[in-house]
């Protein structure tokens, strides 16, 4: 077998990814450049197969294509690159709305399938719509609410092709892939309710690379939003709230950018998107991040690499941050009154800060999360491997 350790071999893996558009900076590609360069690092083989909405852009017609790839499930295939590379492993990060989805019944190996978000369950990919979570797809099986809400973009004709192509356990990825990768246990069960089963699902956590953890920092007496300024995150809600005598930064990008601004108070600093440096440096003065996420989404890169740097989190319900938070000792979950919980914040924070930092470094490290995907390839492998067996004996 390629990439047997007994033998020296290194594995081999192939990452497949359609990048999100530069315009609107994504978490989830900085996610997948971050993993291959650590899997590298750990001595595997890594090839990337890729495509990339800034290129697909230029052409005119983009739009009319990518809406008939998702609606269809047609369109751009990395079979050939992978038949050419050969790898042990096929690790699919997203094929959103580059790549076509019928490839994969196409391809004998072992394949991971890593869940991001919620796109094969809900068209607007975050179970979220007019300031709740929202099921309301997944508990009718079917996304045609999605497309009476517009809830892909506001509008109903950009949902039109998402809702065609929400199948839930049926998506032709989740069918076929031998694992799957849910961020939290949260979105695990989420994944099992729409039918994929649990004892398929995986959950690894993101982590922050070796060469970008944070150095601890002494904390500050004021509280840091950093994050895309965008409804499912809280932040408008979050500014609108803020109290009188206390200082807020926000830090950040996104379409509501506008909204926050003219919201702010007197302690609310709206300061922009910042480099990577500044940010580390807001952090390590923050008294808290204040992550107000309104979706099911958990600890995102910016509450992990705000644990780097010892400074805790207050996180709201119902998103998964909020209890994992307070099951990891790491901040506070947010109430309905915000000065209550400022007030116990500013009181537990200070002291919490060295345990953060501990946390971090034993969850949220690249090496914890190499050990752990190893782990997730192997299972996929055993689990091809058992039905490549069982295939042959009938």
């Not at 992990?304 to 209890?323: D, F, I, Q, R, Y």
Request: glycine share 10%; with cysteine.
């Amino acid at each position: 077998m390629v990439g047997d350790p007994s033998e020296g071999t290194p594995m081999r893996v192939a990452m497949v990814h359609s990048f999100y558009t530069s315009r609107q900076p994504s978490g989830e590609n900085d996610v997948v450049n971050q993993q291959i360069a650590a899997l590298r690092r750990t001595g595997m083989e890594v090839l990337l197969v890729a495509e990339r909405t800034d290129e697909r852009e230029r052409d005119p017609l983009n739009v009319v294509r990518a809406a008939l790839t998702v609606a269809t499930g047609y369109g751009q295939s990395p079979l050939a690159a992978l038949r050419d590379f050969a790898p042990d492993v096929v690790h699919v990060h997203n094929l959103f709305p580059n790549f076509g989805r019928r490839w994969v019944r196409h391809w004998d190996g072992p394949l991971v399938a890593h869940a991001h978000n919620y796109r094969p369950l809900c068209p607007g990919g975050t179970l979220y719509r007019d300031g709740h979570v929202c099921t309301l797809c997944l508990d009718r099986g079917n996304a045609v609410p999605s497309v009476r809400h517009g809830c892909y973009r506001g509008s109903r004709a950009a949902t039109v092709p998402l809702a065609l192509s929400t199948k839930f356990a049926a998506d032709p990825l989740l069918a076929r892939a031998d694992r799957v990768i849910a961020l939290t246990d949260a979105m695990r069960q989420f994944y099992a309710r729409g039918g994929v089963p649990s004892e398929r699902i995986d959950v690894v956590e993101n982590f922050i690379p070796s060469s970008e953890v944070p150095d601890p920092g002494p904390g500050g007496d004021y509280w840091l939003y950093a994050g895309r300024l965008t409804s499912e995150k809280g932040v408008l809600e979050l500014v609108r709230e803020w109290p009188p005598g206390r200082r807020l930064v926000v830090a950040g990008s996104g379409p509501l950018a506008d909204d926050v601004r003219a919201a702010a108070g007197p302690g609310v600093e709206v300061v922009g998107q910042q480099t990577r440096e500044d940010l580390r440096a807001l952090m390590a003065g923050a008294l808290g991040l204040v992550f107000p996420s309104r979706w099911i989404e958990g600890l995102a890169l910016v509450a992990l690499e705000a644990l780097g740097a010892g400074t805790p989190v207050l996180a709201w319900h119902p998103a998964p941050a909020a209890s994992l938070v307070q099951e990891l000792g790491v901040g506070l979950a947010g109430g309905n009154d915000l000065i209550a919980t400022l007030e116990r914040a500013e009181a537990a924070f200070p002291s919490l800060r060295p345990h953060c930092r501990q946390v971090f470094e034993t969850h949220f490290t690249e090496t914890a999360w190499a050990g752990a995907i190893r782990a997730v390839y192997d299972q996929a492998r055993r689990a091809r491997s058992e039905a490549t067996d069982l295939s042959g004996q009938r």
